[in-house]
C-alpha cells in the first residue's frame, strides 16, 4: 500500500510516522508539495515538486502521480486543498483511490470561520462569538454586549496569517474597509485547548480524542502542550463530532472561559499540534491504513497518560547546491515525560 500526502511543507514528523507504518506492510510514502525546499519532502520514501493547487491542471497532475506510484489513499495538510480534493473523492474512489477527507459541505463550513459559527450556534454548540457585518459589530460595541480589545480575522484563513487585535473602534473601522473577507471576534481571556480526533472511514465512529492544553504557539501550531482530560472537554467535542460527522483526522480548537468550553476553530485534517497525540500512543496513522485496508479500529478514545509535556524544537537539512535548494528548517518534537 502507498500513500500520497500533499502539500507537507514542515510536517517532518508526520511523514516519518506513515513511513514507518507503511514500511511494516511493504508499504510507501509519496510526498508531494509546489515548494521545493519543503523539508518534509526530503523524509518520504519519494517525492514531487507539484504546481500550485490554483493550478488548472493540479488535480490531473496529482491524479497522474496516484497512478505513477500506485497510491490507494490521498490527504492534504493544508486547510485550501481540502475543499478542492473534497469536490473530486468520487473522480478518485472510480479508479479505487480514497481522498481521506471529510465530505465538500463539512470542509466548507470548518474553513470558513462565519460558517463554522452559524453552524455551531444552530446546533447550540458553544462557540466564540463571531461577526461578520459591521452594522452588527458597532450594534453590539454600542450595546456593551461587545467589548475591546477584539481580534480580526480573515474569513478563509489558516496558519493564524492575518490576525490583528484592535484595541479601539478607530483601528476596527480602518481594518474592515473596503474589506468584506474579514470577521470580527471577541478576545478571549482564557487557556486554549486543542483536541485531535480520528472518526474511523469505515465504521464512521470516533475512535479517538486526545486533549491537551496548550502552553505556546508558533505560526498557528501548538509548540508546547500539556496532554489532559477532562469529561466536560470530552463531551463537548462528543457532540460536535455527533453533528457535524466529519470523517478521519480532526483538529479542534478551544477555550475555557469561566462560563465553560467554548469551540473556536475546527480543522478537518492532522492538527500541528498531532505529534503529542501519536506518541502518547493515539496512531491514527496506524488507523488510516486499517481503513484503507477495509477494517475498522477498535474504540480506545482518551487511552493515554495525562500530564506529558509536548516540547517541539528546530531541525535542519542542508542540500547540496547541485539540487538547487537551500537550507530549510523544520520541526522536530522532544517529548518529556
Not at 128 to 145: A, C, K, L, P
Not at 321 to 337: F, G, M
Request: hydrophobic share 35%; proline share 4%; charged share 25%.
Amino acid at each position: 500500500m502507498n500513500i500520497l500526502i500533499c502539500s507537507v511543507g514542515r510536517r517532518v514528523k508526520l511523514i516519518q510516522y506513515f513511513k514507518e507504518e507503511l514500511h511494516k506492510i511493504n508499504g510507501k510514502i509519496i510526498a508531494v508539495d509546489c515548494d521545493p525546499t519543503a523539508p518534509a519532502l526530503s523524509y518520504a520514501d519519494s517525492f514531487e515538486i507539484v504546481p500550485r493547487i490554483i493550478h488548472p491542471n493540479y488535480v490531473q497532475h496529482i491524479k497522474d502521480l496516484c497512478a505513477k506510484y500506485d497510491i490507494k489513499g490521498v490527504l492534504s495538510l493544508i486547510d485550501p486543498e481540502l475543499s478542492l480534493l473534497s469536490r473530486h473523492k468520487n473522480d478518485f474512489e472510480k479508479e479505487n483511490i480514497s481522498i481521506i477527507v471529510s465530505d465538500k459541505d463539512i470542509v466548507d463550513i470548518c474553513f470558513d470561520k462565519y460558517l463554522t459559527y452559524q453552524f455551531l450556534k444552530d446546533h447550540d454548540i458553544p462557540c466564540v462569538q463571531t461577526y461578520y457585518y459591521m452594522d452588527m459589530v458597532r450594534e453590539d460595541i454600542n450595546s456593551g454586549r461587545l467589548n475591546f480589545p477584539l481580534l480580526i480575522k480573515p474569513r478563509c484563513g489558516s496558519a493564524s496569517l492575518g490576525i490583528y487585535k484592535v484595541n479601539n473602534i478607530n483601528d476596527l473601522e480602518f481594518f474592515l474597509k473596503d474589506n468584506e473577507e474579514l470577521v470580527v471576534q471577541p478576545f478571549i481571556n482564557g487557556d486554549e485547548y486543542g483536541v485531535d480526533c480520528y472518526i474511523d472511514l469505515v465504521s464512521k465512529e470516533n475512535t479517538n480524542i486526545f486533549m491537551k492544553r496548550k502552553i505556546s504557539m508558533r505560526a498557528g501550531e501548538t509548540d508546547k502542550s500539556i496532554a489532559v482530560k477532562d469529561p466536560e472537554l470530552k463531551q463537548l467535542i462528543q457532540q460536535l463530532i455527533h453533528i457535524l460527522k466529519p470523517l478521519g483526522p480532526i483538529d479542534v480548537d478551544c477555550f475555557k472561559t469561566k462560563d465553560g468550553y467554548i469551540i473556536s476553530e475546527i480543522n478537518p485534517r492532522f492538527g500541528g499540534g498531532y505529534v503529542h497525540a501519536h506518541e502518547m500512543g493515539q496512531n491514527f496513522v496506524g488507523n488510516i491504513i486499517n481503513n484503507l485496508n477495509g477494517n475498522s479500529n477498535l474504540l480506545i478514545e482518551d487511552n493515554y497518560q495525562e500530564g506529558t509535556t509536548l516540547v517541539k524544537y528546530d531541525h535542519f537539512i542542508i542540500h547540496n547546491s547541485s539540487d538547487s535548494l537551500i537550507s530549510s528548517v523544520d520541526n522536530e518534537l522532544k517529548l518529556q515525560i
